[in-house]
């Protein structure tokens, strides 16, 4: 045995020999963790999902000052004039890949509740389609181009009444008939309702289209684009990249989500700050005689106190350990929540992150050391003769 450092093997079976206490203790703090945890993994979920919406190479074009596509208004002058740049992609028919989308909200009932919800109907075309790789259709097929047909995503398929393939959902007025479910790889097209733009723009008796997507034929000359449609005086609208634009969507819940789950983490932890603290101020009142034999072997004062320490944090450690495998099990639910920026719902699953993973083993390991510090310094500071004297 080292007379400077008290070995690893001897600090677990501390812990092990009073394993109920140990496993309580560690319990409550697994529950801390597993908060913590649970509220990093949702705000990473609603930024991925927002942020795999958008495609590299695509651009946003918008009414100076609309923070999302429901706040905008594009008139048809001004998408002739966007489809006049000539940096627009074309497709192998010589098409442009330009989408003009007319997007409203629209409330529907819930196929469970039937309670109503804000779901975005977006118009748009096949070119719409072909902007977004990442969208296929998976049951039935695409909607006809001057129908009352629609698609749905995937979660407004799960999740509403009337959006099921060969099912039909009625708004603005007419019946529109399912004819086809699209999986958009866990982006946010899956909490969308698709059909038809000018059929769209009838129903709604809209005269403006909301946004105007395209693809560039070199993603690199996205700035001189930008410059050229904001410093035109006919327009007065901004370009952005597709994936900056959702990235921006997804900001003001993910940044409240976050807020608010690390304020209650806080709170919760005090508990388990307090319940780490009581078990190594019972671990030190019950091993005097032991503290006073480690200092009488030539163990200095700091080997007490890092043994004390150690035992404090291994017990946090297992704590977090416990709480992010119960947190990583939360990644197979699917959860939907109404985003700040649309109003409308959006579905996302909880999403694990090796930085979420080490923020939240560092949140254990700092709980242990809060707790343990102060027993830990209270049996360094013991001294020889008094320990011996009450064993």
């Known amino acids: 045995m080292s007379l400077r450092t008290v070995p690893l093997s001897y600090i677990a079976r501390n812990l092990w020999v009073r394993r109920v206490t140990t496993l309580l203790t560690a319990g409550g703090m697994a529950l801390v963790v597993y908060v913590f945890a649970t509220v990093l993994m949702m705000s990473e979920g609603i930024r991925a999902t927002l942020v795999a919406t958008g495609q590299p190479d695509n651009v946003m074009v918008l009414r100076k000052g609309a923070g999302a596509e429901i706040n905008s208004g594009i008139t048809r002058e001004q998408t002739a004039v966007l489809a006049s740049l000539p940096q627009i992609a074309t497709d192998g028919q010589g098409r442009q890949l330009l989408s003009r989308e007319p997007v ?36 039935g097929r695409m909607f006809r181009p001057g129908t009352s047909e629609i698609v749905t995503g995937t979660a407004v398929a799960r999740g509403f009444a009337g959006a099921g393939l060969g099912e039909t959902m009625r708004f603005a007025g007419r019946d529109w008939r399912v004819v086809g479910v699209f999986d958009a790889s866990r982006s946010a097209f899956d909490s969308e309702v ?7 723009m009838q129903a709604f008796r809209r005269a403006a289209y909301s946004s105007v997507a395209f693809k560039l034929a070199d993603a690199e000359g996205f700035d001189a684009v930008k410059a050229q449609i904001e410093g035109d005086p006919r327009l007065t609208l901004e370009a952005k990249r597709e994936g900056k634009f959702y990235a921006e969507q997804s900001e003001a819940l993910a940044t409240f989500i976050r807020l608010l789950g690390l304020a209650l983490s806080i709170i919760f932890s005090i508990g388990a700050v307090v319940g780490a603290m009581i078990t190594m101020f019972a671990s030190v009142a019950s091993r005097v005689g032991e503290i006073g034999t480690l200092r009488a072997l030539g163990f200095r004062r700091t080997a007490v106190l890092s043994a ?44 694990l992150t090796p930085a979420i993973a080490a923020q939240s083993l560092g949140f254990a390991l700092l709980m242990g050391l809060v707790g343990g510090f102060i027993p830990a310094w209270r049996a360094a500071r013991m001294k020889i003769v008094d320990c011996l004297r009450a064993a």
């Not at 698709?194 to 769209?200: K, N, V």
């Not at 404090?312 to 700040?340: D, E, R, Y």
């Open 194 to 200: 698709w059909g038809d733009s000018e059929q769209m």
């Open 104 to 139: 409203v909200l629209n409330t529907l009932p819930k196929r469970a509740s039937g309670q109503p919800s804000n779901v975005t109907v977006r118009g748009t075309s096949e070119v719409g389609l072909l902007l977004r790789p990442q969208v296929r259709i998976v049951q």
């Open 308 to 351: 004390f320490l150690g035992e404090a944090l291994l017990l946090a450690l297992v704590g977090g350990i416990m709480g992010l495998v119960a947190a990583s099990l939360m990644q197979a639910v699917n959860i939907s929540t109404v985003n700040f920026q649309t109003f409308s719902e959006l579905a996302f699953q909880f999403r």
